[in-house]
């Protein structure tokens, strides 16, 4: 009864207390800062002006609504439409307007034109789907010759795994892919790889929810140098361009 109780109230409010809002939380706000950090560097060598972005999977907009603070126009799409209500507040107090669309990703994706999109984001979101091979693809259509894409993986190290796989961890799906299978899944699907990046390679040492700012500006310099030295994280980051 009371699970239906809530299900109506979101319903009508498009609101659930307690939702895990990355936008808001300070652990996530430090990973979209690493994101954001790995995503910029690219885009300011790869190209001149602003770029049609879609974020797919965007939840409350951590990532699309800094790269819209930046001049890009962003599509976000999630099927959630409690983080998409709290996309657009939050986008609203930082004085930007992305689209927001509410859509799974599997039936949006085919739909849209080929080549519509400039530069494409999907991070934390393909390694819970089982069809996401297919997801990946449909996400390298929307790209333009030249696009630009920036697509998280879990790593085999979170999976404890040794090699690339899928299966369940503790209960739930997951896929992880190395960093050698990736290069090889997005060479052949037409991206020439630029970088894979690693993602909070110091997770089991360092929670960055639990410190102070100015220890978590330390673990972000830190994150960045170990980051340079190729090593394993928590996700990799493709950063790749269409051919
Ligand atoms: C862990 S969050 C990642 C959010 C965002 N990409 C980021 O990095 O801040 C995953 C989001 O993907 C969305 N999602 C998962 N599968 C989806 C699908 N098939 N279509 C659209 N959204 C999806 C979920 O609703 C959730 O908001």
């Keep these: ?6 299900k109506i109230r979101r319903a009508i409010t498009h609101d659930e207390p307690g939702y895990y809002d990355m936008y808001l939380n300070k652990g996530e706000q430090f990973f979209a800062r690493l994101y954001l950090h790995h995503i910029r560097s690219v885009i300011k060598q790869e190209a001149t002006g602003p770029l049609k972005l879609l974020d797919a999977g965007c939840q409350t907009g951590r990532l699309a609504i800094p790269l819209a603070k930046d001049g890009h126009p962003v599509t976000g799409v999630d099927t959630s439409a409690v983080a998409l209500h709290k996309a657009q507040n939050h986008a609203r107090d930082a004085g930007v307007t992305p689209r927001w669309v509410r859509a799974n990703l599997g039936s949006w994706l085919p739909k849209q034109p080929a080549g519509s999109f400039d530069a494409v ?3 934390e979101v ?3 789907r089982e069809n996401w091979r297919e997801l990946l693809g449909g996400l390298i259509r929307l790209l333009k010759a030249g696009g630009l894409c920036f697509i998280s993986h879990r790593s085999p190290s979170f999976a404890r795994a040794e090699k690339s796989g899928e299966g369940k961890v503790d209960g739930s799906y ?3 892919q190395e960093r050698e299978d990736l290069r090889r899944i997005y ?3 037409g991206i020439r790889v ?3 990046v690693p993602i909070w390679q110091l997770s089991h040492t360092v929670n ?3 410190v102070t700012e100015a220890q978590r500006d ?5 994150e960045i140098s170990a980051a340079a030295a190729n090593g394993d994280g928590r996700y990799l980051l493709v950063c790749g361009k269409k051919r």
Aim: with cysteine.
């Design 1 to 6: 009864m009371l699970k239906v109780l809530r």
């Design 121 to 123: 984001l999907c991070n």
């Design 126 to 128: 393909l390694y819970l």
């Design 174 to 176: 997951y896929n992880w």
């Design 187 to 189: 060479e052949e699907s």
């Design 194 to 196: 630029l970088n894979i």
């Design 208 to 210: 960055p929810e639990k």
């Design 218 to 222: 330390l673990l972000f310099q830190e």
